[in-house]
């Protein structure tokens, strides 16, 4: 697993796959030797590495950045990889943007274009990063919670259903890239499903509920 950004939820999607005995190879926007601490926490199934390298690394490369960095991500070495899209636009963080304040395009659509080749799969953006650590099950056990995903690639969307249910959650398919705002922020399966985030350990949220809260989401 590649990681391009190791903020708040690409570090904890990297301990979920650590601990299901995943590599995972971290960057970020400072340079590898920024990661050392966290690389250290995870222990030796985690690196760290420029953002190209990670990219080059990654079976499957986790890009968990704002919007406003799409330009600056490395497209050739994630030409036909699986690439695990987690970014929620935000005009106070990222800028306005006129296609997504349009929705003439979806954020996951406007990262297609700048990585062309990658097959790309909307995921974990949905989700409290310390709800995520916390409700991971092992699979069959009661309280398992569901994540939503989109993506346009069948093959790439299940390498991701499978990466996401060896870590600890089921998963369901909430359709193409361009129905992505289902699950974008501010609708009603972004975080409302999992409890506030007051509450750090979460409520478990099966397939009804995340089907349910992604049939409610209006544009």
């Keep these: 697993m590649g990681?391009?950004?190791?903020?708040?939820?690409?570090?904890?999607?990297?301990?979920?796959a650590v601990e299901a005995g995943h590599q995972v190879v971290l960057s970020n926007s400072r340079g590898p030797e920024t990661l050392a601490d966290t690389v250290a926490e995870l222990g030796p199934r985690a690196s760290a590495a420029t953002s190209g390298e990670a990219a080059a690394a990654g079976d499957?490369?986790?890009?968990?950045?704002?919007?406003?960095?799409?330009?600056?991500l490395p497209a050739a070495p994630l030409a036909g990889k699986t690439v695990i899209d987690t970014c929620n636009y935000g005009p106070g963080r990222d800028?306005?943007?006129?296609?997504?304040?349009?929705?003439?395009?979806?954020?996951s659509e406007l990262l297609q274009q700048y990585l062309p080749d990658a097959m790309l799969v909307k995921a974990f953006n949905n989700i409290y990063f310390k709800h995520l650590?916390?409700?991971?099950?092992?699979?069959?056990?009661?309280g398992r919670s569901c994540l939503p995903i989109a993506g346009d690639?069948?093959?790439?969307?299940?390498?991701?259903?499978?990466?996401?249910?060896?870590?600890?959650?089921?998963?369901m398919d909430a359709g193409p890239l361009a129905d992505g705002w289902r699950q974008a922020?501010?609708?009603?399966?972004?975080?409302?499903p999992y409890g506030p985030a007051s509450n750090e350990k979460a409520r478990p949220a099966g397939?009804?509920?995340?089907?349910?809260?992604?049939?409610?989401?209006?544009r």
Excluded: N, Q
Excluded at 3 to 16: D, H, K, V
Excluded at 185 to 191: C, F, L, Y
């Design 3 to 16: 990681f391009i950004g190791s903020g708040y939820i690409g570090t904890t999607i990297a301990r979920l």
């Design 60 to 72: 499957i490369v986790v890009v968990t950045v704002p919007v406003s960095a799409f330009p600056s």
């Design 95 to 107: 800028g306005h943007i006129p296609e997504l304040d349009s929705t003439s395009l979806t954020s």
């Design 133 to 142: 650590l916390s409700l991971a099950r092992p699979a069959g056990a009661a």
């Design 153 to 171: 690639s069948a093959p790439a969307k299940a390498a991701v259903t499978a990466f996401i249910e060896s870590i600890g959650y089921s998963v």
């Design 185 to 192: 922020t501010d609708t009603p399966v972004w975080g409302t």
């Design 207 to 218: 397939e009804d509920a995340i089907r349910a809260a992604l049939a409610a989401a209006t």
